[in-house]
């Protein structure tokens, strides 16, 4: 099921999402004559179903899922909400997490938003073992999401993995490895321009 998803998806991002018009400067400051702007996909309805029944069945695969996180970006806070919406129609309900860039300065002061309760906090028992994946739109460094983690390991929550609608970075899986995170990537670059 999944190779059919996936072949309807590429053609979509194909069709829809690739941008070759001009120079453009990517959120890592490289400069590329090829951008994605899967945020199109993301918030299409074909695009966004195709992309969440991906994710969601790849999450399925594994037992340790408690959460679905991201950065407080477009891409992936509202890939967030399509899938936490998706579990609670699969009988399989997932909490859904947003990692702000800096601590709000009124209310709760949050930086992680969202309930995240039954997710492994190392060195607090009970640990119920669940742990976190974290979802992009497209990954290039890392840096973005690898920040994010880093504010979810502050407050002891467990990330296991790493979720990308197109990775079009240079070794990104051997790097989130090195970093102790699985990642997962629908298509890299080469993918969707060859």
């Known amino acids: 099921m999944q190779s059919d998803l996936k072949a309807k ?3 979509f991002l194909k069709e829809n999402c690739i941008l070759r018009d001009k120079q453009y400067t990517l959120a890592s400051g490289e400069s590329s004559d090829v951008y994605i ?3 199109i996909a993301i918030l299409n309805p074909k695009g966004s179903s195709l992309i969440t029944s991906i994710f969601f069945e ?3 695969k594994r037992n340790n899922i408690g ?3 991201s950065s407080l970006s477009v891409g992936g806070s509202t890939l967030v909400g399509s899938i936490i919406a998706k579990s609670s129609t699969e009988e399989r309900p997932l909490n859904g997490l947003i990692v702000r860039t800096n601590e709000k300065n009124y209310g709760t002061k949050n930086i992680v938003e969202g309930k995240f309760d039954n997710l492994c906090t190392s ?3 009970p640990c119920c073992g669940l742990s976190v994946v974290m979802v992009e739109d497209i990954v290039n460094t890392g840096e ?3 920040k994010a983690v880093d504010h979810l390991t502050k407050e002891n929550i467990n990330v296991s993995s790493v979720f990308s609608v197109v990775d079009r970075g240079k070794n990104t ?3 989130f ?3 102790g995170y699985e990642f997962f990537s629908i298509f890299t670059l080469d993918d969707l321009i060859s």
């Open 58 to 60: 790849e999450i399925t």
């Open 67 to 69: 959460a679905v996180g």
């Open 144 to 146: 973005s999401i690898l």
């Open 177 to 179: 490895k090195q970093k």
């Open 123 to 125: 060195g607090h028992p």
């Open 9 to 11: 998806l590429k053609k």
């Open 173 to 175: 899986k051997e790097m």
């Open 37 to 39: 702007d899967a945020r």
